[in-house]
T-cell receptor, first 113, second 121 residues
């Protein structure tokens, strides 16, 4: 296990389409986080899971966004009816309970045309 | 709500020299964590150093050290003997201490806007 992985690394879609991203955390990490980063800005918190439970969601996460972590392993982030404002880098991170967020994935860059 | 401010959009330094990146934050919490992250161009974010607010001693990690001034709410990063591989965007980040967070919000980082550091040969 070499770290947090994300798939795909790049996604180009047309406005109105649905997209889904996947994150595979470090295997022994029970916390998983999603962040969004726009160009030239720091990441913004979206949501996080402890095992399979989604414990917190940011107000940034509109009704078009949904995240799941079935069985407490990998997680998916789905965006429905994409808008141009959704264009960003979507970062996943993982950690053990009691630790800070030390391990980020490479991100999925979404471009909405 | 917490805010984190990095007032230096860009910095540059010559190889082997020392550079300091600034960060200020605002919070009503008494206990928390502060972090510096490094994001190289087109590469993933890496944790550089972490400071626990209740510890008076400044954290150090090899060539990286912090100057934590709790009363002033300041948390600067000093990079000594700068190397070309230090070229990256650096982010300062705040996180509530789990004891304050009531079990939630732990792991929720609030980031600054970032400072682009360029190390010149």
């Amino acid at each position: 296990d070499t770290g947090v992985s994300q798939d795909p690394r790049h996604k180009i879609t047309k406005r109105g389409q649905n997209v889904t991203f996947r994150c595979d955390p470090i295997s022994e990490h029970n916390r998983l986080y999603w962040y969004r980063q726009t160009l030239g800005q720091g990441p913004e918190f979206l949501t996080y899971f402890q095992n399979e439970a989604q414990l917190e969601k940011s107000r940034l996460l509109s009704d078009r966004f949904s995240a799941e972590r079935p069985k407490g392993s990998f997680s998916t982030l789905e965006i429905q009816r994409t808008e141009q404002g959704d264009s960003a880098m979507y970062l996943c991170a993982s950690s053990r309970v009691g630790e800070g967020v030390g391990f980020f994935g490479p991100g999925t860059r979404l471009t909405v045309l | 709500a917490q805010t984190v401010t990095q007032s230096q959009p860009e910095m540059s330094v010559q190889e082997a020299e020392t550079v300091t990146l600034s960060c200020t934050y605002d919070t009503s919490e008494s206990n928390y964590y502060l972090f510096w992250y490094k994001q190289p161009p087109s590469r993933q974010m890496i944790l550089v150093i972490r400071q626990e607010a209740y510890k008076q001693q400044n954290a150090t990690e090899n060539r990286f050290s912090v100057n934590f001034q709790k009363a002033a709410k300041s948390f600067s990063l000093k990079i000594s003997d700068s190397q070309l591989g230090d070229t990256a965007m650096y982010f300062c980040a705040f996180m509530k201490h789990p004891g304050n967070a009531g079990g939630t919000s732990y792991g929720k980082l609030t980031f600054g806007q970032g400072t682009i550091l360029t190390v010149h040969p």
